[in-house]
């Protein structure tokens, strides 16, 4: 099990933007890929995007979010971001930043493949 913090949420108006950090003490992150998924109230959990671990090039968002979302890595500070412009009423939720457990071949939010969560940060959009 990886030890995951994820913070950066908070308030911001429709059209702003929220940089998360997902962040480990005691794992080198750089080895996992890292899946960013997100729960509203009331409903599932929803995948969001995937970076894969480093020397695998392969980044994956969900529809919903490309083009506004950014996911990166910062090996020096052992941190993946995701970078959330754009922010529109339909994204408030927890978010929550995931490790994988066994490796795997291709970048994907698919929830089952992440054997390591973090306890989320909350993003709440509103004017």
Known sequence: QVQLVESGGGLVPPGGSLRLSCT???????????????QAPGR????????????????????SV????????????????????SLKPEDPAVYYCAADGEP???????????ASWGQGTQVTVSS
Do not use: H
């Open 44 to 63: 599932g959990r929803e995948g969001v995007s995937c970076i894969a671990r480093v020397g695998d090039g392969t980044i994956y968002y969900e529809n």
């Open 104 to 114: 795997i071949p291709k970048c994907t939010t698919v929830a089952e493949v992440f």
């Open 24 to 38: 480990s003490s005691g794992a080198t992150l750089e080895v996992y890929a890292i899946g960013w998924f997100r």
């Open 66 to 85: 490309k083009g506004r979302f950014t996911v990166s890595r910062d090996n020096a500070k052992n941190t993946v971001y995701l970078q959330m412009n």
